[in-house]
Nanobody, 124 residues
Framework: HVQLVESGGGSVQAGGSLRVSCVVSGITVRRYCLAWFRQAPGKQREGVATFHSDGTSTYADSVKGRSTISKDNAKNTLYLEMYSLKPEDTAMYYC???????????????????WGQGTQVTVS
């Protein structure tokens, strides 16, 4: 079965940095679209960052310039590094995987079939 397990969340002060990780099993990350989403209570789920097949990444405007998505194919691990954190970044962060074939990886959560349990990031 496919399993995605996030870790690395926690409580940080505004302006700080954090890296969350997602260990993926059951699939090889090099063949799947991988993305980070987040959801705060009462808010709509928001796509944060994803990879495209050409190696470029797409970031939500809210995190652009202060986030970096990366992956380690050998470790089947996806990362999201965030800098200059703001209270508005407080949310449960989820990693997701989906196989789109030749399609572009998107930030549409409905396109992803596999999800982790989430890791909480709280910025005060």
């Amino acid at each position: 079965h496919v399993q995605l397990v996030e870790s690395g969340g926690g409580s940080v002060q505004a302006g700080g940095s954090l890296r969350v990780s997602c260990v993926v099993s059951g699939i090889t990350v090099r063949r799947y679209c991988l993305a980070w989403f987040r959801q705060a209570p009462g808010k709509q789920r928001e796509g944060v960052a994803t990879f495209h097949s050409d190696g470029t990444s797409t970031y939500a405007d809210s995190v652009k310039g202060r986030s970096t998505i990366s992956k380690d194919n050998a470790k089947n691990t996806l990362y999201l590094e965030m800098y200059s954190l703001k209270p508005e970044d407080t949310a449960m962060y989820y990693c997701a995987a989906g196989y789109f074939g030749g399609s572009v990886c998107t930030l549409n959560g409905g396109s992803y079939g596999y999800w982790g349990q989430g890791t909480q990031v709280t910025v005060s």
